[in-house]
């Protein structure tokens, strides 16, 4: 059996050489009918991510989880929380409060 999941350049090549020896006027229909094939392909669970934008995505996952760690206690949340209401219903330009 072929293995299809990574293609060989010759195989690349020759994907290309195909859509390089159809007509321009036919590469949105052949686009559309490639992007209808893909779909119709059954999801593998493999994704393909990026190593840096992971390592970004895990850096912000552990701050997150850092601030779900914190030990401060529950009155502070909620003093800040006051306060920044009030600071963001001072200098409105309507009348109606933000947070009621």
């Given at each position: ?27 949105t ?66 009348d ?5």
């Amino acid at each position: 059996m072929v293995d299809r999941s990574s293609p060989t350049p010759a195989s690349l090549e020759l994907l290309l050489h195909e859509i390089e020896a159809t007509p321009r006027q036919y590469w949105t229909d052949l686009l559309d009918t490639l992007r209808q094939f893909r779909q119709r392909l059954p999801s593998t669970d493999l994704s393909v991510v990026d190593a840096e934008q992971a390592r970004r995505n895990q850096a912000a996952i552990d701050l997150l989880d850092s601030w779900l760690d914190d030990t401060e206690d529950a009155s502070e949340h909620q003093q800040a929380w006051e306060f920044l209401k009030t600071a963001l219903d001072e200098d409105r330009l309507s009348d109606r409060p933000l947070f009621s």
